[in-house]
């Protein structure tokens, strides 16, 4: 399973949730068919936006571009929902502690990490505007330390649009 998840940049839990037909996920037999989670599109093309436009501010500041990174996406992704999900705008989720805690929890180690999140923005062009437009925010993109980076978006909850990147040195 784990093989399969990495292969489709899927989370081992959400390949066997999506499986109850599977009586034992360490077992699948040849001919066996198994259902690969598909993702929201729009959630998808949305991220993957968000890294284009944060690696064309890092190259108009003479900075390498960063890599992304689907596993610290996929956390990412997680951080977005639980804002909407406990309604909280917080770096700090009552469910999974910081988002250094929470990375680590999830199996992404670094050696140096940060977060900017975001409520409200509806495109990728406005959020990494805001972004940028925030001193803090700005920093976090524009470090020269950070290699890596994860996007999370999530439509919903009383702002209407969730936001979460994440940034990590290897």
Known sequence: MWKIALKHQVGVSELINSNPQLKNPDVIYPGQSISIPGGDQTAQ???????KLVNAERAKAGLHPLKENWELSRVASYKSEDMIDKNYFSHTSPTYGSPFQMMKDFGISYQAAGENIAAG???????????????????????PTYTEIGVGYVKGGSYGHYWTQMFIKK
């Open 121 to 143: 923005q509806r495109t990728p062009a406005e959020v990494v505007e805001a972004w940028m437009n925030s001193e803090g925010h700005r920093k976090n993109i524009l470090s």
């Open 45 to 51: 093309t949305y991220t993957y936006e968000v890294v």
